[in-house]
């Protein structure tokens, strides 16, 4: 069995004006699905093919296998991007996910100045993650492919840097791509959901 290139969860032109939907049929229909398709590729007939995403990620990076965990992890991370986003996006975060951005973060307005001066400050290609930790939350940046699933924390929400994710709707400004997902995109009910999944599971 192979990996599955998922559908969007929302219409391509959903998230326009901020996402366009000529971004989207390049970056979920091309780039997404070039992950996914070279992924297949590459494990057919290996012991990979089978196991899941995430075991295939781990066993992958376990082995230095390259090619591999990359495709791999950029599968996951896309998959794990479309949910962080919602044509209802924005807002607040209700509920224990919203007492856990005060304590960590002060404020909404904390947890936003916060994440986006480390969406801007990941140099070149990379994903900027919400996470929770073993105690509390944190934001993490990591570069190309890598994905926050090694390093011991649980994602909750995710923002993609590459330039593949901005660069037709907001050219060379991440700062604007960065603050249109911030105000009207991010889906806090989606991380809410990450959030109490996580902790249930402790
Ligand atoms: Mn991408």
Redesign the pocket.
Known sequence: MSIQFPVLPYAINALEPHVSAKTLAL?HGK?HKGYVDKLNSAIAGTAYAGKSLEAIIGAAHEASETGIFNNAAQSWN?TFLWSSMSPNGGGEPIGPLADAIADRFGNIQGFKAEFKAAALAQFGSGWTWLVRTATELDIVSTGNADTPLLHGSTPLLTL?V?E??YYLDFQNKRDAYIDAFLSNLINWEFAAENYRADRVAE
Request: no cysteine; glycine share 0%.
């Open positions: 970056h780039h896309h993609d590459w593949h994710a």
